[in-house]
Structures are given as structure tokens and as C-alpha cells.
């Protein structure tokens, strides 16, 4: 943790590169020596996307390792329309992406991509006389790509979803959720009681109730904090929350598998009695 250096972002919340070329150059002069920076296509708490050209290009000029992580965003990359938010992504040594979160797959999944195995092959391969299997060198050991030599065949179910959908299916079932994201933000907008507190690129919207009069952030933290609650225990809906620059802020994700219309609506519905009631 000592070692961990958060970098600023901007207003909706991505890094900002600016902010990242500076913090590398006070290290260097510290004496320390970056290795490492994780940047974000849609980040846990409000889905921002970090620029990462911009990043990458940092990266390479002063040979770091750019790991992207687009956990769980990075389903959306199998929309032709969406790619323009992993622009840059050629210049990072490591992607990951998560199927378990958005493209219908059973949790664990997490789909790892890494420009040279050969770093991991040489930090992670232990070869025993009873691991110099005949098949050495032909097939990928991914036992050599990681701590653990025993794993799961998690492509398995990923390639079932696959087959069962099509890729033509999984784009349409993702499209309707970012159509879906779309229709709520505008309600929200339109709203005079409810406001949104992050951009909406993806399937999460973050928003909160602003009920009229009440302007104390302390206790627009606190209704909110009381409407999540008295929503969540109705058994109807679940969402989750976080704090955005100190905000209480709701989070609604609209990524399964059977989600349509009607029941983004009955959601939003009872958003509304249920502030109301508050
Ligand atoms: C951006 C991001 N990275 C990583 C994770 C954690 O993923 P994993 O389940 O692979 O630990 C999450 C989960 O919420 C996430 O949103």
C-alpha cells in the first residue's frame, strides 16, 4: 500500500494523463521506480473510462507495464460502436475482462489477455521431472501463466454461452441494456427530484433522490442511504451503492441476462413511490 500512488481524475472520474506524466516524474526524481500503472475501461464505482492512449503512451516512453482493466465494461467491446472506448488499447501489455460480469457467464470467468506470456512463463514456470510433459512447447501450459498449477476449464461455459447466444445475440442482448441505461438516465434528467451523479456510457446508472427544500448534503446522504435500504428489503429490486465526490449515490446495473423494458420501468416506479414515502 506504501508503494501504491492514486493518480487524480477529472470530473468524471477518469485519470487524468496530465496528472499520471507528473506523479511518474516526481517518482523518478524520488528516486523510485514506477513498474506498473492500472488503468480502468470502466471503473467499479461509476464505470469511468480512463484515456488510454494517452496513458499508453506515457507507459511506453518510460517502460512500464499498462495493465487495462476492463472488468467488467469490456463486454461491451462486442459492439463495433462501443470499441472507441478502448482506443489506445494496443499499447498495453495486459487486458483483462470479466464474462461472469455482463456476457451472461457463470460466475468464476475472467478472460486475461497478455501481449508477452513469456514474462509470465518466466516468473511463474516450476518444471519438476513430473511436469516435462511430451507436449512441452506445442501447447500453451497456462499452468507456467499463473501461481496455481490445477484450474477449473472455465473457457468451457464462456464457449457454451458463446455457442447458445452467438455473438450476434450477445450484442443484441447488450445493446438493449445500454438502450435500457439510456431510457433511465433520461427519466432521471427529466426529474426534478433525482439527479445523475456520473456520465452513462455503459449499463450502470448512479443517481440519488434530491427531495425538494432539502439542501444539507449530510442529510441527502442519509435519505438515500434509508431509500436503498427500504428498496432493498422490499425484495422487488436490488441495487448497490457508492460515494461520488462525498454524494450517497444509488447504483442501478441493468446486465441480466432476461432484463427487458417493463421491468426497468416497474424499477424506476417504485424508485419514485418509495422516495416519495420517504
Ligand atoms: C473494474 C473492476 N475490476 C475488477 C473487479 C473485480 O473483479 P474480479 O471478480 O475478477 O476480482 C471489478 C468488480 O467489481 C471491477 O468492476
Not at 516435462?132 to 498449477?149: E, I, M, P, S
Not at 432493498?232 to 449515490?249: C, V
Not at 416497474?266 to 420517504?278: D, H, P, S, V
Request: proline share 3%; aromatic share 10%.
Amino acid at each position: 500500500r506504501k508503494n501504491l500512488v492514486k493518480v487524480a481524475v477529472d470530473k468524471n472520474f477518469s485519470m487524468q494523463s496530465s496528472a499520471l506524466h507528473d506523479t511518474i516524474e516526481a517518482d523518478l526524481e524520488a528516486g523510485f521506480q514506477p513498474l506498473c500503472v492500472i488503468a480502468t475501461i470502466g471503473t467499479t464505482g461509476s464505470t469511468a473510462v480512463d484515456p488510454i492512449r494517452q496513458i499508453g503512451k506515457i507507459c511506453s516512453k518510460n517502460n512500464i507495464w499498462l495493465h487495462v482493466d476492463a472488468a467488467y465494461a469490456g463486454t461491451a467491446m462486442v459492439l463495433p460502436e462501443m470499441r472507441h472506448f478502448a482506443d489506445g488499447l494496443e499499447l498495453a501489455d495486459s487486458y483483462v475482462f470479466n464474462p461472469h460480469k455482463w456476457m451472461f457467464t457463470n460466475f468464476d470467468c475472467s478472460a486475461y489477455f497478455v501481449r508477452d506470456p513469456q514474462m509470465l512463463i518466466r516468473t511463474f514456470e516450476i518444471l519438476p521431472e513430473y511436469l516435462k510433459t511430451r507436449t512441452r512447447g506445442q501447447v500453451n501450459d497456462y499452468r507456467d501463466w499463473g501461481v496455481a498449477l490445477g484450474r477449473r476449464f472455465r473457457a468451457l461455459k464462456l464457449w457454451f454461452v458463446i455457442r447458445n447466444f452467438g455473438v450476434e445475440g450477445i450484442r443484441q442482448k447488450v445493446r438493449l441494456h445500454l438502450e435500457l441505461a439510456q431510457w433511465l438516465a433520461s427519466e432521471i434528467r427529466q426529474s426534478a427530484d433525482f439527479e445523475l451523479l456520473a456520465p452513462v456510457d455503459f449499463s450502470l446508472v448512479c443517481f440519488r433522490y434530491l427531495p425538494s427544500g432539502i439542501t444539507d448534503e449530510a442529510s441527502i446522504n442519509e435519505i438515500n442511504e434509508q431509500l436503498l435500504q427500504t428498496l432493498n428489503a422490499g425484495g422487488k429490486l436490488y441495487m448497490t451503492h457508492t460515494k461520488l465526490n462525498g454524494k450517497y449515490t444509488l447504483r442501478m446495473v441493468i446486465a441480466q441476462t432476461y432484463v427487458e423494458k417493463h421491468h426497468v420501468e416497474n424499477a424506476w416506479k417504485l424508485i419514485r413511490e418509495t422516495a416519495g414515502k420517504i
